[in-house]
C-alpha cells in the first residue's frame, strides 16, 4: 500500500469512520460519478503549475470528490476564491485521487507533511514561500479567519457579508 493511499485510509477513518474507508477502497472512481463542485476561480494545482507556492499568497484545498463533505467545503472556498478576487490571494485545489504526483511534490518541497493529512477536506495556507497553517476536516469559519489573519491583516476584504455567514444561513434547519 502506498503511502498517500494509507494517508487516505486515515483521511478516511477520520472524517467518516470505517464506512468512509470501506467506500474509498471499494469503489471504482470511473464508475462513481459524483457531482464536480464549480471552481472557475479557483487554480486546478498540477506538477506544471505548483511553482506558484513559492511566488504567491494560496491557499490550497485537498479535497476529495467522493466524499460530500470536501464537496460542500470545495463549493465554499470556491466562493471565497470570488469574494477576496483581486486581493493578492490565489486559491487552488487538488483532487486527492487524481493529484498524488502533486501532492508529493508539496511534501518534497516542504509545504506538506503528509502524516499530518489525516482528513480531508484539507487545507493549506502558505504565504512567502511557507506553509504558515493547516486546517483538517472544511471548518469553514477557521478557513475566512485564518484568509483574514493571514493575508488580509493590512488589507480588509470589500465585501461585508461573507460567503460563510451565507452559507451558514442555508445550511440552518429547515431552511429559515
Given at each position: 500500500?502506498?503511502?498517500?493511499?494509507?494517508?487516505?485510509?486515515?483521511?478516511?477513518?477520520?472524517?467518516?469512520?470505517?464506512?468512509?474507508a470501506a467506500f474509498y477502497f471499494g469503489h471504482n472512481k470511473n464508475q462513481y460519478n459524483a457531482p464536480q463542485v464549480q471552481t472557475t476561480n479557483v487554480l486546478d494545482l498540477t506538477t506544471k503549475n505548483s511553482a506558484v507556492v513559492y511566488h504567491?499568497?494560496?491557499?490550497?484545498?485537498?479535497?476529495?470528490?467522493?466524499?460530500?463533505?470536501?464537496?460542500?467545503?470545495?463549493?465554499?472556498?470556491?466562493?471565497f476564491a470570488e469574494q477576496y478576487k483581486g486581493k493578492g490571494i490565489i486559491f487552488a485545489n487538488i483532487n486527492f485521487d487524481d493529484g498524488k504526483d502533486v501532492l508529493r511534490n508539496l511534501q518534497e518541497l516542504g509545504f506538506l507533511k503528509t502524516e499530518d493529512l489525516t482528513e480531508l477536506p484539507y487545507t493549506l495556507f502558505i504565504k512567502g514561500g511557507k506553509t504558515l497553517y493547516t486546517s483538517k476536516g472544511g471548518d469553514v469559519m477557521e478557513l475566512e479567519r485564518k484568509i483574514k489573519e493571514i493575508y488580509l491583516k493590512d488589507n480588509p476584504p470589500d465585501n461585508e457579508k461573507a460567503p460563510v455567514e451565507l452559507w451558514m444561513k442555508e445550511a440552518t434547519i429547515g431552511g429559515k
Amino acid at each position: 500500500m502506498e503511502t498517500l493511499d494509507k494517508i487516505v485510509l486515515a483521511a478516511a477513518i477520520g472524517t467518516a469512520g470505517i464506512v468512509g474507508a470501506a467506500f474509498y477502497f471499494g469503489h471504482n472512481k470511473n464508475q462513481y460519478n459524483a457531482p464536480q463542485v464549480q471552481t472557475t476561480n479557483v487554480l486546478d494545482l498540477t506538477t506544471k503549475n505548483s511553482a506558484v507556492v513559492y511566488h504567491e499568497n494560496v491557499i490550497v484545498n485537498i479535497h476529495a470528490p467522493w466524499f460530500g463533505m470536501s464537496n460542500t467545503y470545495t463549493k465554499t472556498f470556491s466562493e471565497f476564491a470570488e469574494q477576496y478576487k483581486g486581493k493578492g490571494i490565489i486559491f487552488a485545489n487538488i483532487n486527492f485521487d487524481d493529484g498524488k504526483d502533486v501532492l508529493r511534490n508539496l511534501q518534497e518541497l516542504g509545504f506538506l507533511k503528509t502524516e499530518d493529512l489525516t482528513e480531508l477536506p484539507y487545507t493549506l495556507f502558505i504565504k512567502g514561500g511557507k506553509t504558515l497553517y493547516t486546517s483538517k476536516g472544511g471548518d469553514v469559519m477557521e478557513l475566512e479567519r485564518k484568509i483574514k489573519e493571514i493575508y488580509l491583516k493590512d488589507n480588509p476584504p470589500d465585501n461585508e457579508k461573507a460567503p460563510v455567514e451565507l452559507w451558514m444561513k442555508e445550511a440552518t434547519i429547515g431552511g429559515k
